[in-house]
């Protein structure tokens, strides 16, 4: 049997790609690790492990726990960390859904190419500087009333359908048609939805960006084909979330739990993993509150969106419809989701916690949008600013081996800190300007530092191991053109 030692560890190696933790008292179930030989390098001396096997410690987890490709240190669950626990004896975990609730991505396709932005990529990053928000603290494309934060947290795009900043169309190509039904505003509360007020239509800060790309690789070409994806192709991402609404409602509930259930809280290994009982008031409340901001997330996207779309119709004085940019798809991440799952070969109800992970399910399950029920969901993965991002589609084997979840980034190799010790903003700007072609344009140069291309994975290690794995199929990759940060 192969094995891998990681900082005191052994790995036990199940099959090419799955690496299982040794289950030792408390672990309900065993852990998994989704990685390459390379990958598991990079986490084998942080608490990456510590944090997986933790999570087998919780209430009604099922099967196994899950640390995807991209997996990395995080807060409660490693960031890549995937969960089920069973919706009736089990419990949902703030702490294993993060703080950006619904931190997700979404790419919008156009009928420019290449050629027609070259030279012309200095005017569109500063024209999209100018007409989307960026930075820490408050800003958006439109400022709320009580009522309009309300009808966002009740109705998710159906509210921006109505507002005139979407089109059917959008909706139709969203997670969940961009509205969670079980979201229950009055578990908001008034201090998180005052957050949340002037900052719809904002990318925050961090690592959310908006990026042009262009299409460089096609590789299963009649799924690019249903996607609407071509070579040379000009394509936008989007990465942003429920900003300060979603962090407040995070906080809000890791307090209650601590206040309403310290006994369930000291039986943990780690207090980060704070989680309500299932069928508690406090739990069903967390549900509320949490899909609330999932909503929240994608109206904040969708605004971006909008704004994109009218950026590019003035620079290219034209129409955002002639122009043809329509939403491929938005992916969410940070979310815990009631999804029905096979286990054993019985159906389980379950709270599907993905934390820094996306959603991945292959052709034919329900819930992916008709127009890709054939082919299977689409799956964006962005990388840094220096490499390629990729669309995959949900795997065949995504629902057996990952709860049809998948990884969500590069993931990164250093923390904030780090970076900005070891890269030079003016340097890494520079760099991508003169040697790639890449226009980088931000609020603070600290943010460009800790968004270094050196700061994470290779992206093409973690799409391989998701493709290999029969997870997440690599559809097409993209590289960039310009992008803008907080």
């Not at 608490?47 to 995080?74: E, F, R």
Request: glycine share 10%; hydrophobic share 35%; net charge negative.
């Amino acid at each position: 049997m192969t094995t891998f030692d990681a900082d005191g560890v052994t790995l036990e190696r199940v099959r090419e790609h799955v690496w299982e933790l040794p289950q030792e008292d408390g672990m309900t179930v065993p852990a998994r690790v989704l990685a390459s030989e390379a990958l598991l390098e990079h986490i084998k001396d942080d608490d990456t492990l510590d944090q997986i096997a933790n999570v087998t410690h919780l209430p009604g987890v099922v099967k196994h726990a899950l640390c995807m490709p991209d997996g990395h240190q995080g807060y409660g669950f490693p960031v890549g960390g995937v969960a089920a626990m069973d919706a009736e004896s089990g419990c949902i975990s703030p702490g294993g859904v993060g703080f950006d609730i619904n931190c997700g991505v979404r790419m919008v396709k156009t009928n420019l190419t290449y050629d027609d932005v070259q030279g012309r990529e200095e005017e569109l990053v500063d024209a999209l500087f100018d007409a989307v928000p960026t930075g820490l603290g408050g800003g958006g494309v439109v400022e709320s009333s009580h009522s309009a934060v309300e009808g966002i947290l009740e109705d998710g795009m159906e509210w921006a359908l109505r507002e005139g900043y979407a089109v059917p169309d959008d909706l139709e190509h969203c997670e969940d048609e961009g509205r969670r039904l079980d979201a229950d505003p009055s578990a908001v509360s008034q201090k998180a939805k005052d957050r949340g007020a002037n900052q719809i239509g904002s990318l925050g800060s961090g690592n959310h960006f908006l990026e042009v790309q262009r299409v460089t690789d096609i590789f299963r070409a009649d799924v690019a084909d249903a996607y609407g994806l071509e070579a040379d192709q000009i394509v936008v991402l989007i990465h942003c979330g429920s900003r300060g609404l979603g962090h407040q409602v995070c906080s809000d509930y890791l307090r209650r739990i601590e206040d309403e259930h310290p006994d369930f809280l000291d039986s943990l290994p780690d207090k980060n993993l704070a989680a309500a009982p299932a069928g508690s008031a406090l739990a069903d409340e967390y549900y509320g509150a949490m899909c609330a901001a999932i909503n929240f997330a994608w109206v904040n996207r969708q605004l971006i969106m909008h704004q994109t779309r009218e950026v590019f119709a003035d620079v290219f004085d034209t129409t955002w419809e002639d122009l043809e940019m329509d939403l491929l798809y938005d992916v969410a991440h940070n979310i815990a989701k009631r999804e029905t799952h096979t286990v054993n070969g019985e159906e389980r109800d379950l709270y599907v916690h993905r934390k820094g992970a996306t959603r991945a399910f292959p052709a034919g399950r329900e819930e992916v949008p008709p127009a890709y029920r054939d082919v299977g969901q689409p799956v964006i993965i962005p990388g840094s600013m220096g490499a390629g991002s990729y669309v995959l589609r949900g795997g065949a084997d995504s629902l057996d081996v990952t709860f049809g979840s998948t990884a969500h980034g590069a993931g990164r190799l250093m923390s904030r800190t780090r970076a900005k010790q070891q890269f030079d903003a003016d340097d890494v700007q520079t760099g991508l300007e003169e040697h790639d072609r890449i226009y980088v344009k931000a609020q603070s140069g600290e943010t460009i530092a800790e968004e270094a291309p050196g700061v994470y994975k290779d992206v093409d290690e973690v799409i391989r191991v998701s493709d290999e794995l029969g997870i997440g199929d690599k559809v097409a990759r993209t590289f960039p053109v310009c992008n803008i940060k907080g």
